[in-house]
């Protein structure tokens, strides 16, 4: 036997490289079109500190609020980066660059839409949700995942089937047609979820997804009863969520934002064979033309601050503890001179407030890209309606990129979408 600990090399070459799947993980497939895949699975209850996880190679550091943990990454230049305000509530550079490039855009025009789509799709992040799930022994299932457990980082169309279910009361008095209700990850009284995926356009639809039969045991015996030595066992199997975690940094969306905004100045910088007073008259012009970007270290004045979210009524309340994402008050306080757009701006290019502008850019993009979903409750509360519809636009075009992060080519299509926005 070798003295070697295999997967303790496989983590190495896989961090070293950045390429490779966990083993560990669930990640649906590409679906062809006319297809339907299905798997059914048990999502499994929240971590609590100090469980064992991964059959004892780990335990828990800290409690689960909920039964999954809410995050999401930007993918720029074949790189993923945590996002701070979706992760921990903080301010992001990256966002903040691409919310004012969104807000100066014009969304009356049909040009104005396709730019204002793609700028979501190139540099907001979508919002995911890490649970662990338990696949059981069944045909349905692909024998690749049968009787395993597996963490899935699962989208916003799916955990909002899930949110219906946590919020709704009873099973809907249809004796044909019941309805899942209440907890559906008590391991000894879950409910079992069908994942159904079809293809939509070029990317995977969950929307027909929902919960099936009634509520039980994860593991029985033939006669129906808990199997209390088998469901701890699965229990053991979870995997540290903590650990799957987009690394946040906020220095490095910073870095990320300022090499934007310059990559933008240099597209509308001039080229050579000027002599000294053309070349200085076109560097004027390109600096009144160029995408305007905020600093990092730069706040808002008091008049962009997002508003605080209004109370919904009682019977949609979500708990407030796990709200993604509200400004920080500070942040208000900024001077105003940090933020000032340049006096040379053209008048017909006067936007709305920020949150009027981003609000109708990316509800005009989610119809032009049919992905429109109803709109259902974030898993920790109410958030701002012009960053829920922009994570909407975004969510499936950054789960494409996650799927193939090797092959996709980001920094490209950032390239192509400042020279459009510098044309």
């Keep these: 036997m070798s003295s070697y600990d295999i997967e303790a090399i496989r983590a190495q070459v896989r961090a070293k490289m950045k390429k490779g799947k966990d083993p560990s993980e669930f990640r649906a497939p590409k679906v062809d079109e006319g297809k339907t895949v299905k798997y059914r699975f048990y999502i499994l209850p929240p971590l609590q500190e100090g469980d064992v996880c991964n059959e004892g190679k780990s335990v828990c550091e800290r409690s689960m609020d909920l039964f999954a943990i809410s995050n999401g990454a930007h993918y720029i230049d074949n790189k993923r980066i945590g996002c701070p305000r979706i992760i921990n509530e903080e301010d992001c550079a990256i966002c903040e660059?691409?919310?004012?490039?969104?807000?100066?855009?014009?969304?009356?025009?049909?040009?104005?839409?396709?730019?204002?789509?793609?700028?979501?799709?190139a540099l907001l992040p979508g919002q995911y949700h890490l649970v662990n799930l338990y696949f059981?022994?069944?045909?349905?299932?692909?024998?690749?995942v049968r009787d395993k457990v597996l963490w899935f980082n699962a989208p916003k169309t799916v955990v909002d089937i899930w949110l219906e279910c946590l919020y709704r009361d009873d099973d809907g008095g249809d004796p044909d047609d019941k309805l899942a209700f209440g907890v559906f990850f008590d391991e000894c009284n879950a409910s079992q979820f069908q994942l159904e995926i079809v293809k939509d356009g070029q990317m995977n639809s969950y929307k027909k997804s929902k919960f099936i039969g009634d509520k039980r045991p994860i593991?029985?015996?033939?006669?129906?009863?808990?199997?209390?030595?088998?469901?701890?066992?699965?229990?053991?199997?979870?995997?540290?969520?903590?650990?799957?975690?987009?690394?946040?940094?906020?220095?490095?969306?910073?870095?990320?934002?300022?090499?934007?905004?310059?990559?933008?100045?240099?597209?509308?910088?001039?080229?050579?064979?000027?002599?000294?007073?053309?070349d200085a008259t076109g560097a004027e012009e390109a600096q009144e033309s160029a995408p305007v970007t905020k600093p990092a270290a730069a706040a808002k004045?008091?008049?962009?601050?997002?508003?605080?979210?209004?109370a919904k009524p009682a019977a949609a309340a979500k708990p407030a503890a796990a709200k993604p994402v509200t400004k920080p008050a500070a942040a208000?306080?900024?001077?105003?001179?940090?933020?000032?757009?340049?006096?040379?701006?053209?008048?017909?290019?006067?936007?709305?407030?920020?949150?009027?502008?981003?609000?109708?850019?990316?509800?005009?993009?989610v119809e032009e890209e049919a992905v429109e979903e109803e709109a259902v409750e974030e898993l920790s509360g109410e958030i701002p309606a012009e960053e829920e519809a922009v994570e909407e636009v975004v969510e499936e075009a950054v789960e494409e990129a996650a799927a193939e992060e090797a092959g996709d080519d980001v920094d490209g299509e950032v390239d192509r979408l400042l020279d459009e926005l510098n044309s």
């Design 136 to 144: 059981p022994k069944i045909d349905l299932n692909p024998e690749e």
């Design 219 to 278: 593991i029985i015996d033939k006669a129906g009863k808990k199997i209390d030595s088998r469901i701890a066992e699965i229990l053991a199997k979870r995997h540290n969520l903590w650990e799957k975690m987009p690394e946040v940094n906020p220095e490095e969306c910073a870095r990320v934002a300022a090499a934007l905004s310059g990559r933008a100045a240099a597209k509308a910088a001039p080229s050579g064979g000027f002599d000294h007073d053309e």
């Design 332 to 365: 208000a306080a900024k001077p105003a001179a940090a933020a000032a757009k340049p006096a040379t701006k053209p008048a017909a290019a006067k936007p709305a407030p920020k949150e009027e502008v981003v609000e109708e850019a990316v509800e005009e993009a």
């Design 301 to 310: 004045p008091a008049a962009a601050a997002k508003p605080a979210a209004a």
């Design 97 to 121: 660059y691409a919310f004012d490039l969104l807000a100066e855009i014009d969304g009356t025009t049909v040009e104005g839409k396709k730019r204002r789509s793609e700028i979501g799709k």
